[in-house]
């Protein structure tokens, strides 16, 4: 018989028509956003100063479907759907009797699943009359992802970028150029955190705390004319990002497999929210399907930090809301995954952590980087520093199968490629990256300071 496990691409006209709300499938209702000065719960209107009312009202949706516009899904053409292949060379190379997959979200024209929430936001956005986004990038794939998003949908992206990184990263800040985006090295003369930040220090390498304060700041003060836009975290973020799991759930039913397991990296939870998210109706009704979220060591956010309230950013300038936190505060130590140093993690990610429906494991950065080698080696894809935790962990699963015999299938979100992340392999094959130990006397400090909510 022909075997259909080999790599399953959906026909075009089956991307899916509605994206997944897990809102409503919440085993207890999510704590309401807070107003950082106040901690008294959001109104809409004050949401309204920085996000348009359509992406407002996808975030406190509580439809278990919602329809992705034709005109959106004729841009998820362009990537859509994505591939699900089945990494035999790889469970050659592992001698496990397990099956693995990878969802392939590299292959969208930004290179990671970023492009997936960022052409809805930028719809959304011109919808409702926006003139211009802002935003903040560190490594560079979500200011990459709204450059692309804005010269699609014809809306101008000014992105404020790290200073490290805007210095060290050339590549991803010309690629913000070439697709239209204007991008500020943060800090930056341009705001008032900014400035504050330069006279205090002058040579201060920024951080994504306050690129995040600087791009708000932008949309606050531009009397409704630019609105903010956030690439992770938020619920109408991983809303978008369902289409990933839909997509892969349709996929093994065409085959006839049901995975066991299913793992992605967490920054600030999107790729891996919008990867299983989709699977929590049938988990919550007791099928045994298990879901693994994958933090650097260095960032244990899940496995390390508090379900507590703490506010989005540095700066005190984003919503405080409930879940799972290392502190406002803490910087974490520079690794080379640097889409997953957030001190947060998405409040529904959290409540499902919470509430124990999936699983969390925390990896140091070398052993990550020597599973990126053997998946490429295998699989001929060099993958995102961020993505080479999930493909660690399904190795790791896979291992355990080889001593069990078990024959489990396992799937992973490949959420990016690493064509931009060479300098970090460089140094990986060097022997030059360090893994820094788990920072706890960093992560107790930082602990200390967190806000008081009036809910
Ligand atoms: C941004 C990014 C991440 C981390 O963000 P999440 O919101 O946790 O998905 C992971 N992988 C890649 C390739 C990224 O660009």
Known sequence: MEDKTKKYILPENEIPSKWYNINPDLPKPMAPPCNPQTGKPLTPEELEVIFPRSIIE???????????????????????????????????MLDTPAKIFFKNESVSPAGSHKPNTAVAQAYYNKKDGTGRLTTETGAGQWGCALSFAGALIGIPVTVYMVKVSYEQKPYRKMMMHAYGGKVHPSPSKLTDAGRAMLAQDPDCPGSLGLAISEAVEEAVK??????YSLGSVLNHVILHQTIVGLETKNQFEKMGITPDILIGCVGGGSNFGGF???FIPEKIKGKNIRMIAVEPASCPTLTKGEFTFDYGDTAKMAPIVQMYTLGHDFMPP????????????????SMLYHEGLIEAVAYPQNPCFEAAMMFAKAEGIIP???????????????????????KKVIAFNLSGHGHFDMTAYEKYMEGKLTDYEYPKELIKESLKKLPKVDI
């Open 58 to 92: 996808q975030e406190i949706s509580m439809q278990n479907y919602i329809d992705i516009p034709p005109e959106l899904i004729d841009i998820y053409r362009m990537w859509r759907p994505t591939p699900l292949v089945r990494a035999e060379r790889l469970e050659q």
């Open 222 to 227: 531009s009397g409704g004319e630019a609105k």
């Open 276 to 278: 299983v998210f989709p």
């Open 334 to 349: 520079s690794i080379h995954a640097g889409g997953l140093r957030y001190h947060g993690m998405a409040p529904q990610v």
């Open 384 to 406: 995102a520093p961020e993505s080479s935790h999930a493909i660690k962990c399904a190795i790791d699963e896979a291992l355990k199968c080889r001593k069990t015999g078990e």
